[in-house]
């Protein structure tokens, strides 16, 4: 593969299931991004990892949201009891870098919460 | 406030004319600055980056720095309608991992 693949590319969740986004990263890249763009907004930061240990987990909304790359490649985003205001797209980041520069994007993941 | 602001346009611009895209950062510390395209339905992809004050040129585009007025901006030359896309200033602070975005302008190039 030669980008960041994400799936599945449309969700539908009614309110209250739980749901999962999956993201394969750039073979090699260390570093793994996930943000949360909203409707005419930017992205805004949810997660970050590097190989296999999250380092920073400050942009979860709520502990509702959890995040892992138990190997260091693919990584899953998990809601739980999803709400309406969790509807967005959820986008996935790789870079060969530690340090932020330029980051390659899945092509996201569109969360609709019903 | 935000951390990174951007004007939300939308900015109309005839074919071959200049679009030029404005920018401002909080964080007087940041030293990494990033433009990224995005189309509609499209994920962003990276167009520009500049880590010192002036310009850096890169074929129609022209990214300029000003770390003293916190302010870094965004020229297209000779715009084409492929230009037509929303733009994502990103900003990094040191020693922080992540890139923190404006809302983005979006650019439509009148053929």
């Known amino acids: 593969g030669a980008g960041v693949s994400q799936s599945p590319r449309y969700k539908v969740a009614k309110r209250g299931q739980d749901v999962a986004l999956r993201c394969d990263p750039i073979?090699?890249?260390?570093?793994l991004f996930w943000y949360q763009q909203a409707l005419g907004q930017g992205p805004e930061f949810l997660t970050y990892?590097?190989?296999?240990?999250?380092?920073?987990k400050s942009g979860l909304p709520s502990d509702r949201f959890f995040a892992e790359r138990p190997e260091g490649s693919v990584s899953t985003l998990k809601i739980q009891r999803t709400q309406q205001e969790d509807s967005a797209v959820y986008l996935c980041?790789?870079?060969?870098?530690?340090?932020?520069?330029?980051?390659?994007f899945g092509e996201g993941s569109r969360l609709t919460v019903l | 406030q935000k951390e990174v602001e951007q004007n939300s346009g939308p900015l109309s611009v005839p074919e071959g004319a200049i679009a030029s895209l404005n920018c401002t950062y909080s964080?007087?510390?940041?030293?990494?600055f990033f433009w990224y395209r995005q189309y509609s339905g499209k994920s962003p992809e990276l167009i520009m980056s500049i880590y010192s004050n002036g310009d850096k040129e890169d074929g129609r585009f022209t990214a300029q720095l000003n770390k003293a007025s916190q302010y870094v901006s965004l020229l297209i030359r000779d715009s084409q309608p492929s230009d037509s896309a929303t733009y994502l200033c990103a900003v990094n602070s040191p020693g922080d991992y992540k890139l923190s975005f404006g809302a983005g302008t979006t650019v439509t190039v009148r053929a």
């Open positions: 964080d007087r510390g940041s030293q990494s």
């Open positions: 980041a790789s870079s060969p870098r530690t340090k932020a520069g330029e980051l390659f």
């Open positions: 990892f590097q190989n296999e240990a999250q380092l920073d």
């Open positions: 073979s090699g890249h260390v570093s």
